[in-house]
């Protein structure tokens, strides 16, 4: 069993920036891929984007164009989601996520954070 646990969400205005946190434990840090993922009230959870163990692979969705950054540092066996130039549609409870790469391969994301939220003002 994998424990994670966010922080950083807040509100923010547009054009900010705000950094989300996620530190795992119970599994190797290393052996595990994590994500961010998004949700926002009546809209399906999508992808916001995905680090690979060794930090050498990361993808994102196409709505990040180049604002976001996923990070990680497994000394601390912590990811991190920095934001720049937020915007209103932005705003959306981030919730990270972690698997195994034999999970993953399969679609599925099997540790899940409670959720922080993120709010933009216009």
């Known amino acids: 069993q994998v424990n994670l646990v966010e922080s950083g969400g807040g509100l923010v205005q547009a054009g900010e920036s705000l950094r989300l946190s996620c530190t795992a434990s119970?599994?190797?840090?290393?052996?595990?891929?994590m994500a961010w993922f998004r949700q926002v009230p009546g809209k399906e959870r999508e992808l916001v984007a995905t680090?690979?163990?060794?930090?050498?692979?990361?993808n994102y969705g196409d709505f990040v164009q180049g604002r976001f950054t996923i990070s990680r540092d497994n000394a601390k066996a912590t990811t991190y989601l920095i934001m720049n130039n937020l915007k209103p549609v932005d705003t959306a409870v981030y919730y990270c996520a972690a698997g195994t790469p034999r999970q993953v391969i399969r679609g599925n994301y099997d540790y899940w954070g409670q959720g922080t939220r993120v709010t933009v003002s216009s």
């Open positions: 680090i690979g163990g060794s930090d050498a692979y990361t």
């Open positions: 119970g599994r190797p840090f290393s052996t595990l891929i």
